[in-house]
């Protein structure tokens, strides 16, 4: 039982170590200059031994995608425990994903691809539901702040589960971040003003679902309010 552990430890140590080797050449060369011969090089192991850990290019991509994720979940985290009202934290979320595309923009590009089609669909069933299970806690904690919201009386809705809730903010917000990150696409001001315009647009949205209390989303003095509370309050320590 106990060589089984160790060999277990051993295993899990060298697929980390193939990971922080995949990060450093991702840094070093670029995302789609990533080669699995490099990353077995650097780790001084052979390229079979690497395929032993991961089937392919896209199962190295997805399982990068979801060893970071704890990053995610922790700033998620902090707007969920926030001591404020339901659709401040749920503002608080939209907020704490800015900080991460900004506290991690290499992640969040490799998120980006390891979630395209083209890679997602190429990866073991076994590393997709691996990511799926890490990204877990994103949804959980925004479906909890929604159901709150739901048995207080902030959030009246009919017929919509919390998931289905959840999905509209969260497709604003990323797809938000896929024009801003393209370069050339956004061309009615900078990366600033697009996510503030974007902060708009959740309230428009969260208005519409007759979440309380409503704020108007063409008062932009209120909306930079409302985005510097939250700063202040739960990011205190990152610079919004």
């Not at 425990?81 to 608080?92: F, N, P, Q, S, V």
């Not at 909890?144 to 969260?170: S, T, Y």
Request: aromatic fraction near 6%.
């Amino acid at each position: 039982m106990a060589v089984r552990k160790r060999r277990l430890r051993e295993v899990a140590e060298r697929e980390q170590l193939f990971l922080t080797a995949a990060r450093d050449l991702i840094r070093q060369d670029g995302l789609l200059n990533l080669q699995m011969a490099r990353i077995a090089e650097k780790c001084d192991y052979a390229v079979g031994t690497l395929y032993q850990h991961f089937a392919s290019k896209e199962d190295l991509l997805v399982a990068l995608a979801a060893d970071n994720v704890h990053h995610r979940v922790e700033l998620f985290r902090r707007a969920g425990e926030w001591k404020a009202g339901t659709r401040d934290r749920i503002m608080g979320i939209a907020v704490a994903d800015l900080m991460f595309v900004r506290l991690y923009p290499e992640h969040f590009r490799l998120t980006q691809l390891a979630f395209t089609e083209v890679v997602w669909g190429a990866a073991s069933a076994e590393r997709r539901q691996m990511a799926l299970e890490a990204s877990e806690p994103l949804g959980q904690i925004c479906d909890g702040i929604i159901e709150e919201a739901m048995r207080c009386g902030d959030l009246r809705i009919k017929g919509l589960r919390p998931q289905e809730v959840g999905l509209g903010p969260w497709a604003l917000t990323m797809g938000t971040h896929s024009i801003v990150h393209v370069e050339g696409v956004f061309k009615h001001g900078g990366m600033r003003e697009a996510y503030q315009l974007m902060m708009r647009h959740l309230h428009c949205l969260l208005n519409g679902l007759d979440w309380h209390p409503l704020l108007d989303p063409g008062d932009d003095a209120a909306v930079d309010s409302k985005t510097r509370q939250i700063c202040n309050e739960v990011f205190n320590d990152i610079a919004c």
